[in-house]
């Protein structure tokens, strides 16, 4: 048999507008959490590789070569780095090649930190997330993220009867779960009604402001070993028992088999779940993309929760509710946690981290032993799905 | 509605390539693609190589200019660049088996299924494709 790799120190930074922080201090913040979590912090000499997620840095704080500045800021000499870059999805991507790289051999441990700080430039934040899409045939037709989710919804909305309640039903959720989360960009604001996420200002129907994730500064970073090793680290190590990524082979719409069944995410979850020998039904606790809410709605069903066309009866009979049979989004999601888009990945394999450690305080879910995380970029086009266990062998 | 929504693109566009009979044509009111000479298959955008059999041998074809909407939605916060808010469609056309984007600058009536033509509007001097309502 293999051996397994594990997660050894996870943490991630407060989210929010972090105008006390620069891009680096919030790059070593992230790191210091994640050392700060081991029963045994690790040491510079012992980080063979170092892999940084970023996805707009050079926009947002005129700073390319972000993950030479990791090695600066944390004084490392990795014999494998690299910075990843793709958009939404670089801190899960980054987390797959972290661990293809322990995998290989080539290395046996490594620190993967995935970092966003937007508000620093929010019309630079805001261009680097319009030019994710087919700047060339599409985003010059007015398309966006937003947008583009809104003609997914729309077709969803109108192919499987799924609603404007159930919609805000997921914001809803994940407001209730973000104000347990002090960590959470929204934990200040606290819950909101349903009346409250209906009535928010449209945007692009039918996706409104509470529909909508927001703009944020964080960081998140994970430390990966592999089995042998991970007794020197953690007295709680959390297994990566299986890693899936699939893309479209479409940048935009134009090349997308369906708007409202994501095959690549089928593809990634299929590959995720054979890898582990774990079914969607031994899943205890999961984070999902909830970029925007019909998103969730969508991952619900292509990650095998429920029946393709039932996502939207699927929260509104409270499955995915901190009390559910399968509580989603338990930080309170991209929506209530924030999505610095860097960090993303990373804080969603934190979070699962810290529930099977049984360290999640009030959003604790009771005899979480089985996780998994769903990240995603573009229109839906590329997903990377890692299910995470507290026992080594299942 | 019908008035331009943009004035400014807010994005670089790389012209003068292999592809440039694609925004040229877009200026004389007509919509084409590339075809791989090799398999058949048709592209959209179009391409230099042909993603199903990798060969560079592809030819010009013009596309139908009829379709019919698959989804929308009417964008109340324009993006950077865009100065009024817009309808924004995503159409399947009768000649090509993709869905392409665009902005609606017809009628208020839309809904899915509804019968919609490719219109062209222009931005510094370059035709881009907006949609329009099919008038029988």
Redesign the interface.
């Known amino acids: 048999m293999q051996e397994e790799i594990a997660v050894v120190g996870a943490g991630v930074t407060k989210f929010g507008k972090r105008f006390d922080v620069s891009y680096r201090e919030l790059m070593a913040e992230a790191a210091s959490e994640a050392i700060n979590s081991m029963d045994r912090p690790i040491t510079p000499n012992q980080i063979q590789g170092l892999y940084v997620a970023a996805s707009i840095p050079e926009l947002t704080v005129d700073q390319a070569h972000v993950a030479n500045l990791a090695a600066q800021e944390l004084g490392l000499e990795p014999e494998i780095i690299a910075r990843v870059e793709m958009a939404c999805s670089s801190g899960s991507t980054a987390i797959r090649n972290a661990w293809a790289a322990i995998k290989s051999g080539l290395i046996d441990t490594a620190l993967v930190v995935g970092l966003e700080k937007m508000y620093a430039n929010t ?1 630079a934040a ?2 680097g997330l ?2 994710v899409p ?11 993220a ?2 583009g989710f ?3 919804a ?2 969803h909305m ?1 192919l499987y009867g799924t609603t404007r309640d159930q919609l805000s039903s997921v914001s809803v959720k994940n407001h209730s779960n973000g104000a347990k989360n002090p960590k959470a960009q929204f934990f200040e604001k606290g819950e909101i009604t349903l009346e409250e996420a209906k009535s928010a ?7 409104n402001l509470y529909d909508c994730s927001p703009i944020t500064d964080g960081g998140a970073a994970v430390i990966l070993t592999r089995g042998s090793l991970t007794t020197k680290f953690s007295e709680q190590p959390v297994w990566i028992k299986g890693s899936g990524q699939s893309v479209e ?1 479409s940048l ?5 088999k369906s ?1 409202t069944e994501w095959t690549a995410l089928k593809r990634a979850a299929q590959k995720a779940y054979q890898t582990s020998g774990i079914s969607p039904s031994d899943i205890d606790v999961a984070e999902v993309h909830d970029c925007f809410t019909i998103a969730e709605i969508i991952e619900y069903e292509d990650l095998g929760f429920t029946a393709k066309g039932t996502g939207g009866k699927f929260i509104e009979d409270g499955e995915s509710a901190l009390s559910g049979s399968l509580p989603v989004n338990t930080s309170g999601g991209l929506k209530a946690k924030g999505h610095p888009i860097g960090a993303t990945g990373v804080a969603q394999v934190v979070e699962i981290t810290e529930q099977l450690q049984g360290k999640s305080g009030k959003r604790q879910v009771d005899g979480a032993n089985i996780g998994l995380t769903h990240n995603l970029s573009g229109f839906a086009t590329h997903h990377v799905v890692h299910i995470l266990s507290n026992e080594e062998a299942k | 509605m019908g008035s331009n ?2 004035t400014h ?3 670089k ?2 012209k003068g390539t292999k592809i440039q009979k694609f925004w040229d044509e877009l200026n004389n009111d007509n919509l084409m693609t590339t075809k791989c000479k090799n398999c058949s298959e048709l592209h ?2 179009p391409r230099t190589l042909c ?1 199903k059999c990798y060969s560079t041998k592809t030819e010009w074809v013009q596309l139908g200019l009829s379709g019919k909407v ?11 660049g ?1 100065e009024n808010p ?1 309808y ?1 469609l ?1 159409v399947r056309l009768e000649d090509l088996d ?6 609606y600058v017809g009628d208020k009536d839309i809904y ?1 299924g509804k019968k919609v033509v490719v219109a062209f509007e222009q931005i510094e001097k370059q035709n ?3 949609f329009k309502e099919q008038v029988d």
Do not use: W
């Open positions: 019309q805001n261009h319009c030019i087919d700047v060339t045939y599409e985003a010059t037709n007015g398309i966006t937003y947008s809104a003609l997914i729309q077709e109108k200002r449209m945007v692009s129907d039918p996706l082979p935009g719409v134009s090349n997308m708007l | 929504t943009i693109l807010p994005y566009i790389e959209f955008p993603p698959e989804s929308f939605t009417y964008v109340r916060t324009p993006p950077l865009f817009f924004l995503v993709k869905p392409i984007t665009g902005r899915i881009f494709l907006v």
